[in-house]
Protein backbone atom coordinates (compact mmCIF):
# COMPACT_ATOMS: atom_id res chain seq x y z
CA UNK A 1 0.00 0.00 0.00
CA UNK A 2 1.65 3.57 -1.24
CA UNK A 3 1.39 5.97 2.20
CA UNK A 4 1.51 8.63 0.69
CA UNK A 5 0.08 9.07 -3.23
CA UNK A 6 0.01 12.33 -5.58
CA UNK A 7 -1.98 11.97 -9.03
CA UNK A 8 -0.91 12.48 -11.63
CA UNK A 9 2.67 11.81 -11.70
CA UNK A 10 3.44 14.00 -14.87
CA UNK A 11 1.31 17.36 -16.05
CA UNK A 12 1.58 18.92 -19.39
CA UNK A 13 0.13 22.33 -19.80
CA UNK A 14 -0.30 25.25 -21.78
CA UNK A 15 0.35 28.93 -19.99
CA UNK A 16 -2.53 30.19 -18.35
CA UNK A 17 -3.99 26.77 -17.89
CA UNK A 18 -5.32 25.86 -14.17
CA UNK A 19 -4.30 22.69 -13.08
CA UNK A 20 -4.61 20.42 -9.56
CA UNK A 21 -2.75 18.14 -8.05
CA UNK A 22 -4.11 15.44 -5.47
CA UNK A 23 -2.54 13.43 -2.47
CA UNK A 24 -3.62 11.40 0.00
CA UNK A 25 -1.54 9.19 2.84
CA UNK A 26 -3.59 6.56 4.81
CA UNK A 27 -0.63 7.09 7.70
CA UNK A 28 -3.22 8.42 9.81
CA UNK A 29 -1.25 11.46 10.42
CA UNK A 30 -2.40 15.10 11.44
CA UNK A 31 0.30 17.06 8.74
CA UNK A 32 0.52 17.02 5.29
CA UNK A 33 2.86 19.30 3.19
CA UNK A 34 3.57 20.30 0.02
CA UNK A 35 7.11 20.80 -1.38
CA UNK A 36 8.88 22.02 -4.16
CA UNK A 37 11.34 21.13 -5.90
CA UNK A 38 13.24 23.12 -8.71
CA UNK A 39 15.36 22.03 -11.50
CA UNK A 40 18.55 22.56 -9.57
CA UNK A 41 16.79 19.71 -7.26
CA UNK A 42 16.39 22.58 -4.32
CA UNK A 43 13.55 21.77 -2.00
CA UNK A 44 11.34 24.37 -0.99
CA UNK A 45 8.30 23.90 1.23
CA UNK A 46 5.25 25.73 -0.07
CA UNK A 47 2.22 24.92 2.47
CA UNK A 48 1.79 23.38 5.28
CA UNK A 49 -1.80 22.11 6.81
CA UNK A 50 -2.79 20.54 10.11
CA UNK A 51 -6.13 18.61 10.73
CA UNK A 52 -7.54 20.60 7.66
CA UNK A 53 -6.14 24.10 9.29
CA UNK A 54 -3.52 26.25 7.11
CA UNK A 55 -0.63 26.52 8.97
CA UNK A 56 2.58 27.55 6.79
CA UNK A 57 2.11 29.27 4.24
CA UNK A 58 5.32 30.44 2.83
CA UNK A 59 5.71 33.10 0.15
CA UNK A 60 4.10 31.71 -2.71
CA UNK A 61 2.12 33.04 -5.04
CA UNK A 62 -1.89 32.93 -4.30
CA UNK A 63 -2.31 31.66 -8.15
CA UNK A 64 -1.58 28.57 -5.65
CA UNK A 65 -4.38 27.63 -3.55
CA UNK A 66 -3.81 24.49 -1.58
CA UNK A 67 -7.62 22.47 0.00
CA UNK A 68 -7.40 20.19 2.81
CA UNK A 69 -11.08 18.62 2.49
CA UNK A 70 -9.76 15.96 5.55
CA UNK A 71 -6.88 15.60 7.17
CA UNK A 72 -6.09 12.25 4.67
CA UNK A 73 -6.44 14.93 1.76
CA UNK A 74 -4.37 17.84 0.84
CA UNK A 75 -4.61 18.89 -3.11
CA UNK A 76 -3.20 21.75 -4.71
CA UNK A 77 -4.98 23.80 -7.22
CA UNK A 78 -2.56 26.32 -9.19
CA UNK A 79 -4.36 29.19 -11.29
CA UNK A 80 -2.88 31.03 -14.20
CA UNK A 81 0.00 28.45 -14.74
CA UNK A 82 3.31 30.22 -15.60
CA UNK A 83 6.68 28.88 -16.96
CA UNK A 84 8.38 29.32 -13.91
CA UNK A 85 5.91 27.08 -12.29
CA UNK A 86 7.29 24.27 -13.85
CA UNK A 87 9.10 22.01 -11.29
CA UNK A 88 8.50 18.80 -9.49
CA UNK A 89 5.86 19.19 -6.49
CA UNK A 90 5.94 16.82 -3.62
CA UNK A 91 3.33 16.22 -0.97
CA UNK A 92 4.28 14.91 2.21
CA UNK A 93 2.86 14.24 5.95
CA UNK A 94 3.84 13.20 9.61
CA UNK A 95 2.20 12.29 12.34
CA UNK A 96 2.47 15.75 14.52
CA UNK A 97 2.52 19.43 13.91
CA UNK A 98 5.08 20.20 16.43
CA UNK A 99 6.72 16.49 16.94
CA UNK A 100 10.20 18.10 16.06
CA UNK A 101 11.29 14.06 15.89
CA UNK A 102 8.57 13.56 13.41
CA UNK A 103 9.60 12.02 10.07
CA UNK A 104 8.30 13.21 7.10
CA UNK A 105 6.82 10.88 4.27
CA UNK A 106 6.75 11.51 0.89
CA UNK A 107 4.63 10.99 -1.98
CA UNK A 108 6.60 10.12 -5.23
CA UNK A 109 6.40 13.22 -6.93
CA UNK A 110 4.33 15.28 -9.72
CA UNK A 111 6.21 16.52 -12.52
CA UNK A 112 4.91 19.62 -13.83
CA UNK A 113 5.70 21.25 -17.31
CA UNK A 114 4.14 24.42 -18.09
CA UNK A 115 4.72 24.62 -21.69
CA UNK B 1 16.61 31.28 10.82
CA UNK B 2 17.73 27.52 10.88
CA UNK B 3 19.41 26.42 7.81
CA UNK B 4 21.76 23.10 6.44
CA UNK B 5 24.48 23.70 3.75
CA UNK B 6 25.86 20.63 1.83
CA UNK B 7 29.20 22.58 0.74
CA UNK B 8 29.49 19.66 -2.29
CA UNK B 9 27.27 19.29 -4.85
CA UNK B 10 28.67 15.32 -5.90
CA UNK B 11 30.23 13.10 -4.43
CA UNK B 12 32.05 10.19 -6.31
CA UNK B 13 33.16 7.16 -4.90
CA UNK B 14 34.55 3.55 -5.83
CA UNK B 15 32.38 0.72 -4.59
CA UNK B 16 33.43 -0.63 -1.33
CA UNK B 17 34.89 2.27 -0.49
CA UNK B 18 33.68 4.37 2.72
CA UNK B 19 31.59 7.54 1.76
CA UNK B 20 31.09 10.68 3.13
CA UNK B 21 28.34 13.08 2.58
CA UNK B 22 28.98 16.36 4.15
CA UNK B 23 26.42 19.17 5.87
CA UNK B 24 26.94 21.94 8.12
CA UNK B 25 23.82 23.26 9.97
CA UNK B 26 22.85 26.67 12.19
CA UNK B 27 20.30 27.21 14.78
CA UNK B 28 18.94 28.90 17.64
CA UNK B 29 19.06 26.10 20.36
CA UNK B 30 18.99 22.36 19.93
CA UNK B 31 19.43 21.53 16.61
CA UNK B 32 16.82 18.81 15.20
CA UNK B 33 18.67 17.39 12.09
CA UNK B 34 17.58 14.26 9.35
CA UNK B 35 19.23 12.69 6.51
CA UNK B 36 16.89 11.69 3.04
CA UNK B 37 17.32 10.38 0.64
CA UNK B 38 15.93 10.65 -3.18
CA UNK B 39 16.42 8.05 -5.65
CA UNK B 40 15.57 9.14 -9.17
CA UNK B 41 11.83 9.45 -9.88
CA UNK B 42 10.93 8.93 -6.63
CA UNK B 43 10.32 10.74 -3.36
CA UNK B 44 12.22 11.31 -0.67
CA UNK B 45 12.92 8.69 1.91
CA UNK B 46 14.04 9.11 5.66
CA UNK B 47 17.29 7.93 6.53
CA UNK B 48 18.51 8.87 9.87
CA UNK B 49 17.65 11.48 12.75
CA UNK B 50 19.38 13.31 15.69
CA UNK B 51 17.66 14.98 17.55
CA UNK B 52 19.56 14.27 21.63
CA UNK B 53 21.66 11.59 23.01
CA UNK B 54 24.64 9.58 21.57
CA UNK B 55 26.67 11.76 18.50
CA UNK B 56 26.95 8.27 16.38
CA UNK B 57 23.44 8.11 14.81
CA UNK B 58 22.82 4.91 12.96
CA UNK B 59 20.03 4.92 10.49
CA UNK B 60 18.98 2.52 7.13
CA UNK B 61 20.84 1.06 4.71
CA UNK B 62 23.88 0.44 6.50
CA UNK B 63 24.15 4.85 6.82
CA UNK B 64 25.24 6.50 10.23
CA UNK B 65 25.42 9.96 11.05
CA UNK B 66 27.94 11.78 13.77
CA UNK B 67 26.70 14.89 15.07
CA UNK B 68 29.46 17.56 16.23
CA UNK B 69 28.38 20.41 17.87
CA UNK B 70 32.14 22.14 18.13
CA UNK B 71 31.91 21.99 14.19
CA UNK B 72 28.52 22.09 13.53
CA UNK B 73 28.34 19.47 11.52
CA UNK B 74 26.20 16.30 10.94
CA UNK B 75 27.77 14.49 7.71
CA UNK B 76 26.79 10.97 6.90
CA UNK B 77 29.08 8.40 6.53
CA UNK B 78 28.85 4.74 5.30
CA UNK B 79 31.78 2.13 5.57
CA UNK B 80 31.55 0.10 2.63
CA UNK B 81 29.50 1.88 -0.66
CA UNK B 82 27.27 -0.04 -2.96
CA UNK B 83 26.71 1.21 -6.56
CA UNK B 84 22.88 1.02 -5.46
CA UNK B 85 23.87 3.95 -2.79
CA UNK B 86 23.81 6.31 -5.89
CA UNK B 87 21.45 9.18 -5.38
CA UNK B 88 20.28 12.53 -4.56
CA UNK B 89 21.31 12.97 -0.49
CA UNK B 90 19.54 16.15 1.35
CA UNK B 91 20.06 16.79 5.13
CA UNK B 92 17.80 18.50 6.65
CA UNK B 93 16.34 20.61 10.06
CA UNK B 94 13.66 20.83 11.97
CA UNK B 95 12.32 24.55 12.82
CA UNK B 96 10.86 24.85 16.22
CA UNK B 97 9.03 27.28 17.66
CA UNK B 98 5.30 28.71 16.22
CA UNK B 99 7.21 27.20 12.41
CA UNK B 100 7.15 23.75 14.13
CA UNK B 101 6.76 20.87 11.53
CA UNK B 102 8.95 22.64 8.46
CA UNK B 103 11.78 20.87 7.16
CA UNK B 104 14.48 23.25 5.81
CA UNK B 105 16.92 21.14 3.11
CA UNK B 106 19.90 21.58 2.18
CA UNK B 107 20.75 22.35 -1.25
CA UNK B 108 21.56 18.65 -2.10
CA UNK B 109 24.41 16.14 -2.87
CA UNK B 110 24.65 13.77 -5.88
CA UNK B 111 26.48 10.48 -5.07
CA UNK B 112 27.46 8.67 -7.57
CA UNK B 113 29.54 4.81 -6.61
CA UNK B 114 30.92 3.19 -9.46
CA UNK B 115 31.46 -0.59 -9.89
Known amino acids: DTAVSQTPKYLVTQMGNDKSIKCEQNLGHDTMYWYKQDSKKFLKIMFSYNNKELIINETVPNRFSPKSPDKAHLNLHINSLELGDSAVYFC??????????????FGSGTQLSVL | AQSVAQPEDQVNVAEGNPLTVKCTYSVSGNPYLFWYVQYPNRGLQFLLKYITGDNLVKGSYGFEAEFNKSQTSFHLKKPSALVSDSALYFCAVRETGNQGGKLIFGQGTELSVKP
Open chain 1, 92 to 105: ASSRLLRGTNEKLF
